[in-house]
């Protein structure tokens, strides 16, 4: 008679009683059929600790990396195959967001400035493009200063200020010639044509080296503009600091997008949240790439903004054709709706932060007096 092949169980190398360490039930294989754990002895070593504990956890699975790189190298693959039952060979989605999320609030924790990214946004909001935008917005608006301006001669001025006021208001000032572009933020020098009546009003006076300048006297006071950079500020704090989260909590609001757009398919809503859980965690790898670029290279935030939609806007696109079989017509077009509804409501999620940043600086406001 032949020798049957002896198996860990069999010969009790791993456990002498063939009954699992924790429930007790006979074991047949190398997971307890009853609790589901691992069949193991009494020995571990402190490297089965370790990985034991990342593996029961949300920081880490054995599947990370794999799952992560068919989730950027295949759109949508991983959400048919969760959706047709295949769990095992991949991180589950809330798991796979989740690490995603711990990976860029290290980043930001560890290596972020905030300095740096609030003084790229005090460029783009500085004192004098504020308190031009609001003369002039003020000025637009009133109808008799308007007739004095199409009575006005014009003259030309070294005028430094915003070029997007030329974008706003090309009736009352237009741009004749930019002599310094700062690429990006539309903080530009430029040779401006402006109404004389804007120099006799001192709606714009000469500086100490000659050049034109807005009047920061005119419109609103100093403190008001403090008080709205200092809200710009908080409220850049927060996006910054709870993007991935709050990414994350709109999922539900992705996948209602989905439903809408495909409510023809008749599609189950749990199909829609799961493209959406991992649509979400393509957004939040690209937002590591992006910020990890950032801190490194510190490049311009409208290459940043441009890379950033691209891809985005390919891999969603590419992501519903392979999920839903429609057409590359119907998956782009209805992929576009999806993105409007989606971005209604992460609109209104901005709203709700600029009310939270206005409370966080009325409260700082009220503790220094």
């Excluded at 047709?84 to 972020?112: C, E, R, W, Y």
């Amino acid at each position: 008679m032949k020798e049957q092949p002896t198996t860990d169980l069999q010969n009790n190398e791993l456990d002498p009683t063939n009954q699992c360490l924790n429930c007790g039930t006979q074991l047949n294989g190398e997971y307890c059929h009853n609790c589901g754990q691992h069949v193991t002895n009494h020995a571990m070593t402190v490297k089965q600790l370790i990985f034991g504990y990342l593996d029961n956890t949300y920081l880490w699975d054995t599947q990370q990396f794999k799952t992560i790189w068919k989730l950027i190298s295949r759109p949508g693959v991983l959400t048919c195959e969760y959706v047709a039952g295949k769990f095992v060979s991949q991180v589950q989605p809330l798991k796979l967001n989740m690490f995603l999320l711990i990976v860029f609030l290290t980043l930001f924790v560890f290596f972020g400035s905030d300095q740096a990214i609030n003084t790229t946004m005090q460029g783009l909001t500085n004192d004098e493009a504020m308190f031009a935008k609001i003369q002039l917005d003020d000025i637009s608006e009133d109808e008799t200063y308007l007739e004095k301006i199409k009575t006005s001669p014009r003259d030309t001025v070294n005028l430094i200020a915003p070029i997007i006021l030329t974008k706003d208001h090309p009736s009352i000032i237009q741009s004749h010639q930019i002599i310094y572009s700062s690429e990006g933020n539309d903080i530009d020098q430029w040779i401006a044509i402006v109404p004389r009546v804007f120099i006799e009003e001192e709606i714009i006076k000469p500086d100490e080296n000659g050049n034109y300048r807005f009047n920061t006297e005119v419109g609103m006071a100093a403190e008001d503009i403090a008080l709205i950079r200092s809200i710009w500020e908080q409220l850049t704090s927060l996006i910054m600091q709870y993007l991935p989260i709050i990414l994350l909590f709109t999922a539900p609001f992705l996948a209602f997008s989905l439903y809408v757009v495909q409510y023809k398919s008749k599609r189950n809503f749990f199909t829609h949240f799961v493209f959406s859980m991992h649509y979400i965690a393509f957004i939040e790898l690209m937002m590591i790439v992006i910020y990890v670029f950032y801190l490194i290279l510190d490049p311009s935030l409208a290459l940043l903004n441009m890379i950033f939609t691209t891809f985005s806007c390919i891999y969603f696109a590419r992501s519903f054709h392979t999920v839903y079989e429609t057409s590359w017509f119907r998956s782009i077009t209805k992929a576009i709706l999806a993105n409007v509804i989606y971005y209604s409501i992460c609109f209104l999620t901005l709203i709700v932060l600029l009310f939270i940043a206005c409370i966080i600086v009325a409260a700082q406001s009220e503790s220094l007096f």
